[in-house]
T-cell receptor, first 111, second 113 residues
Framework: GENVEQHPSTLSVQEGDSAVIKCTYS??????FPWYKQELGKRPQLIID?????GEKKDQRIAVTLNKTAKHFSLHITETQPEDSAVYFC??????????FGKGTKLSVIP | KAGVTQTPRYLIKTRGQQVTLSCSPI?????VSWYQQTPGQGLQFLFE???????NKGNFPGRFSGRQFSNSRSEMNVSTLELGDSALYLC????????????FGQGTRLTVV
């Protein structure tokens, strides 16, 4: 089955700096790569997603890149703000109905 | 439109008991997936139901089971509870086809004592 590894497990950045989270997956059949943000005590919420036929997608301060050959994808957050502090997950799967999650990255943005 | 609703929000059970959790998906969504979230382990996939049929299953023991009704509402049952079953149980609803967004409920916090 699919295996997703996420790095780093914790990340601290100064407000205004950039943050990068990287994920690798094992199943070449995976073609959907969403990123979820989970704030403390809240449900995971989708912040951006990318499909296998696209190499990069950007939405304001966040961007995701996908390298299908190397089986890895990354989340980039620029100009970080305190409200970006959360746990980020990078699941992957053949569809949104069966996602394999990594263990998450706890991002702390220091004011 | 209403979001994904999970009930109850909190549960405390004793070892050996069984428990049933409920998930009402977004109207029109036919897929409900269940996940177990524990500290340090992320979200682990339990199973997925689509149109009343279990379509996918994760690597959990048979004590974990589920079902889906004709209105797409889903229930998850855990029998013979163990201390290690204490976790946040999340369900996610989606259309069930392709790569449309999966929406999570707020979860049920289960504590086994």
């Amino acid at each position: 089955g699919e295996n997703v590894e996420q790095h780093p497990s914790t990340l601290s950045v100064q407000e205004g700096d950039s943050a990068v989270i990287k994920c690798t997956y094992s199943d070449s059949a995976s073609n959907y790569f969403p990123w979820y943000k989970q704030e403390l005590g809240k449900r995971p919420q989708l912040i951006i997603d990318i499909r296998s036929n696209v190499g990069e997608k950007k939405d304001q301060r966040i961007a995701v890149t996908l390298n299908k050959t190397a089986k890895h994808f990354s989340l980039h957050i620029t100009e970080t703000q305190p409200e970006d502090s959360a746990v980020y997950f990078c699941p992957s799967g053949a569809g949104s109905y069966q996602l394999t999650f990594g263990k998450g990255t706890k991002l702390s943005v220091i004011p | 439109k209403a979001g994904v609703t999970q009930t109850p929000r909190y549960l405390i059970k004793t070892r050996g008991q069984q428990v049933t959790l409920s998930c009402s998906p977004i109207s029109g969504h036919r897929s409900v997936s269940w996940y177990q979230q524990t500290p340090g382990q992320g979200l682990q996939f339990l199973f997925e139901y689509f149109s009343e049929t279990q379509r996918n299953k994760g690597n959990f023991p048979g004590r974990f089971s589920g079902r889906q009704f004709s209105n797409s509402r889903s229930e998850m049952n855990v029998s013979t509870l163990e201390l290690g079953d204490s976790a946040l149980y999340l369900c996610a609803s989606s259309l069930g086809q392709g790569t449309t967004e999966a929406f999570f409920g707020q979860g049920t916090r289960l504590t086994v004592v």
